[in-house]
């Protein structure tokens, strides 16, 4: 503890100004004592304010000491707390300040009450594409819209000058569909992750990028994603989801491969997608027939073996990034 070495540093300063100052109280304390009558010598005086000085001192270093026990003891409490890996332990107001190295992106994580946020790197990008590290994770991204730092979600495997989330959703598992989960909606749900859940960056237009990505995963596994040119009815309207000159980037369907996913205007308009039939946005289904309970999710693509052993109507997460 720095505040500590500072404490013992200043006591060690004084000592010497004390003696000082014993000296010519030693000296005050003879010449009374000789105007009294009385005699003595300069060298009892200072004997005796010496031993006081010294066992003063000596009350204070133990009390140091406690005190340096007593960091140590919380330090080793600390320390016990940290996990390593992936931690199953939820982040909340009773478990702020607990902290985890995560093995996989090579961060320290601390709880801070909320979420568990990123404190070995320490630094704030004014976009993915400014990250050096290339790890797909969490960073501080600057925002001009919210006017502060905001947490925001890099990926950098589907390409990798690195991409930015700014939708997901995972279909059938975020409870009654409402209007702010839409890709166009102007409820801002803060995208961290890709964790089941929804999200949505409310003001697109102020995320930096000039291609857009339409990605799905299994489960945490990606399936596909097509890239386009920037859309600007993005953040607009159901159809700013749709990727100009679309081009595929990955795609392990085992139906309608090289189809890029499409919003449709049925359904759910800023939800639902399809992968078959392009320019077509009605009649076709690959993700969901929200409002109903109906499920179609993968029913275009048809999952292969390697990502799971049904082919469709098992999770989905399609996710929507600026690059």
Request: some cysteine.
């Given at each position: ?79 016990s ?11 909340n ?28 790197n320490?630094?704030?990008y004014?976009?993915c594409?400014?990250?050096s ?7 501080r ?17 589907i390409?990798s ?63 596909y ?21 679309a ?39 690959d993700?969901?027939?929200y ?20 082919t469709s ?8 990034y600026?690059?």
């Amino acid at each position: 503890d720095n505040r500590s070495e500072i404490d013992q540093d200043s006591k060690s300063n004084m000592f010497p100004h004390a003696v000082a100052r014993f000296l010519v109280m030693c000296a005050v304390f003879s010449k009374n004592l000789v105007a009294a009558g009385e005699s003595t010598t300069d060298t009892a005086c200072l004997v005796t304010q010496l031993f006081k000085m010294v066992s003063h001192m000596s009350s204070e270093i133990k009390s140091l000491k406690k005190s340096l026990q007593d960091l140590t003891r919380q330090s080793e409490l600390q320390t016990s707390r940290v996990e390593w890996g992936k931690t199953t332990t939820v982040c909340n107001i009773t478990t702020t300040g607990n902290f985890f190295f995560n093995t996989a992106s090579k961060e320290l994580m601390v709880c801070n009450g909320e979420f568990w946020d990123t404190i070995s790197n320490g630094n704030i990008y004014s976009s993915c594409s400014n990250v050096s590290r290339r790890i797909s994770g969490t960073y501080r991204l600057e925002s001009i819209d919210a006017g502060y730092p905001i947490e925001g979600f890099c990926d950098y495997s589907i390409l990798s000058q690195g991409c930015q989330l700014i939708w997901k959703h995972s279909y059938y598992q975020v409870g009654t569909p409402e209007d702010r989960m839409r890709t166009f909606s102007s409820y801002d749900r803060p995208c961290r992750d890709l964790s089941d859940g929804w999200c949505n960056v409310a003001n697109k237009d102020m995320v930096p990028g000039s291609i857009q990505v339409t990605a799905a995963y299994h489960k945490g596994n990606l399936v596909y994603a097509y890239s386009g040119d920037r859309n600007a009815e993005l953040g607009k309207s159901w159809r700013g989801a749709i990727l100009n000159n679309a081009e595929n980037i990955f795609d392990l369907c085992t139906a309608h491969k090289g189809v890029p996913p499409e919003p449709t205007s049925n359904n759910y308009p800023g939800l639902s997608f399809d992968k078959s039939n392009p320019g077509v946005y009605t009649g076709n289904c690959d993700t969901d027939t929200y409002p109903s309970s109906n499920d179609c999710r993968w029913e275009n693509c048809q999952l292969p073996s390697s990502i799971f052993s049904s082919t469709s109507h098992v999770q989905m997460t399609v996710a929507i990034y600026l690059c």
